[in-house]
């Protein structure tokens, strides 16, 4: 019979063993924990225009959630740090609400051209003060809410996984019209609204409503 990834054997559920199963960890990889942000860091920060916010609501529960905007949208407040605005979404408020209810965070930033990343770990606290959210104002727009988020790691990672998935280069990009486009999957997974209502909102909502 087959095993199956269920099966106990194949199943790891302790530190020890699952150090044991991969080995000792590179010595280098916990040196260059940082404890605050260096030039590097900073450097990296001011020409990122995308990270994945990393959450949990404390009972495990976990959410990935996207942010993006124009290289050094998220401020450098000081060395420990950072100030995320939030922009108009759908008022989910998925990470804002893990926050409130745990407020570690993680974060990955990615500048595009350059495989390597830098990984920011920390607590988070939602702010809604105008005098932290107004330099933020794009297209004379300020953001309502902001994550302000407290460091207690930051490293830069190695760029294997982006090297792997050859994220950057052009000939791996998919025709966009090889895959539904977004107003179609919402319209077929809803019932909720037909295909040319849902591409036109869409197509709307990308015109007039990023910020």
Known sequence: MTATA??????????VELRTHIGPVNPIADSKVLKQLDQFCRDFIALSPFLVIASGDGAG??????????????????????LIPDRRGNNRVDTFGNILASPGIGLIFMVPGINETLRVNGRARVTREPGLLEPSTVQERSPVTGMLVEIDEAYFHCGKALIRSKLWDPATQVPRHSFPSLGRIVAEQTKAIGVAEAEANLAEGYKSRLY
């Open 61 to 82: 529960g976990a959410d990935a959630s996207p942010r993006g905007d124009a290289p050094g949208f998220v401020r450098i407040l000081d060395d420990r740090t950072l």
């Open 6 to 15: 269920t099966e106990p054997a194949a199943l790891i559920e302790d530190a």
